[in-house]
Nanobody, 123 residues
């Protein structure tokens, strides 16, 4: 099993940037496809970005494409989400997730989750 801990969230003005980190412990991160999801108040958890175990393949939600970048450093057992040109609608709790199988877009495809980190974008 793997344990995930997110960090890097905070309050930022619209147009600003943040980099989220997801540090893993337990089983090495290289065995997992990884993803970021987010959940705004009163809304369902939604897919943001995912990448394969090697980092060679990525996929993004249309709402963040061109603004967010997911990456991984298997040597550091860490996954990142670089968020640029942030908008107020990006405000949410962001969750890191790991999958034993495939880098999909559904919540149900991921086996392990972090506790989340709050991102707030002011207008």
């Amino acid at each position: 099993q793997v344990q995930l801990v997110e960090s890097g969230g905070g309050l930022v003005q619209a147009g600003g940037s943040l980099r989220l980190s997801c540090a893993a412990s337990g089983r090495p991160l290289r065995f997992y496809a990884m993803a970021w999801f987010r959940q705004a108040p009163g809304k369902e958890r939604e897919f943001v970005a995912t990448l394969s175990w090697s980092g060679g393949s990525t996929y993004y939600a249309d709402s963040v494409k061109g603004r967010f970048t997911i990456s991984r450093d298997n040597a550091k057992n860490t996954v990142y989400l670089q968020m640029n040109s942030l908008k107020p609608e990006d405000t949410a709790v962001y969750y890191c997730a790991a999958s034993d199988h495939y880098y999909g877009v559904a919540v149900t495809e991921y086996d392990y989750w972090g506790q989340g980190t709050q991102v707030t974008v002011s207008s």
